[in-house]
């Protein structure tokens, strides 16, 4: 039996709002080196806790418990990878990893680095979050597939996830 059907015959993936996440950042110093072998400069910065508001999730993330590895590439571009434990508010524990990029000219990075807020219109961070959670009412975070927007305001971070449909 031949496929009849056509590239583009098959509805389109939606976006649904599922949830937002301000991260706080430990106020401690910041790893930054250059790493053999590469152009970029590796950092790190560790999670300080934060809040999960939102219509299907709902919780805190855990104070210290991970934290995000960037990359920091010539030209402004910051490919990052983070890792931390949510906890929802009937205290289940969540498990992310968070990876995305992000651009900005060097002097608005230079700025997001000195821990000022930088408007919407003057960064682009796209992120692509996967989720390990245990059996419950919030396993459908482990089978959903997430896209999510970010932004730098001054000493926090805010992230809003969207399931795609």
Same mark, same amino acid.
């Given at each position: 039996?031949?496929?009849? !059907?056509?590239?583009?015959?098959?509805?389109?993936?939606?976006?649904?709002?599922? @949830?937002?996440?301000?991260?706080?950042?430990?106020?401690?110093?910041?790893?930054? @080196?250059?790493?053999?072998?590469?152009?970029?400069?590796?950092?790190?910065?560790?999670?300080?806790?934060?809040?999960? +508001? %939102?219509?299907?999730?709902?919780?805190?993330?855990?104070?210290? !418990? %991970?934290?995000?590895?960037?990359?920091?590439?010539?030209? %402004?571009?910051?490919? @990052?990878?983070?890792? =931390?434990?949510?906890?929802? +508010?009937?205290?289940?524990?969540? =498990?992310?990893?968070?990876?995305?990029?992000?651009?900005? !000219?060097?002097?608005?990075?230079?700025?997001?680095?000195?821990?000022?807020?930088?408007?919407?219109?003057?960064? =682009?961070?796209?992120?692509?979050?996967?989720?390990?959670?245990?059996?419950?009412?919030?396993?459908?975070?482990?089978? +959903?597939? @997430?896209?999510?927007? %970010?932004?730098?305001?001054?000493?926090? !971070?805010?992230?809003? =996830?969207?399931?795609? +449909?």
């Amino acid at each position: 039996m031949a496929d009849d !059907s056509r590239p583009g015959d098959m509805a389109p993936p939606g976006l649904a709002f599922a @949830f937002r996440i301000l991260l706080r950042f430990d106020p401690g110093p910041r790893l930054r @080196f250059e790493p053999a072998h590469r152009a970029g400069r590796r950092g790190h910065v560790a999670v300080a806790g934060g809040e999960i +508001t %939102g219509p299907r999730l709902q919780g805190r993330v855990v104070p210290l !418990s %991970g934290g995000d590895w960037p990359m920091f590439w010539p030209g %402004g571009l910051v490919d @990052f990878e983070a890792h =931390y434990q949510l906890e929802a +508010t009937d205290g289940t524990p969540i =498990y992310i990893h968070n990876r995305g990029i992000a651009w900005s !000219s060097p002097e608005v990075l230079a700025r997001i680095e000195a821990g000022q807020s930088v408007a919407p219109h003057e960064t =682009y961070c796209r992120i692509t979050p996967r989720f390990e959670v245990p059996a419950g009412p919030h396993d459908w975070l482990g089978r +959903t597939l @997430f896209v999510g927007t %970010g932004e730098r305001r001054g000493a926090h !971070s805010v992230f809003d =996830y969207y399931a795609v +449909t």
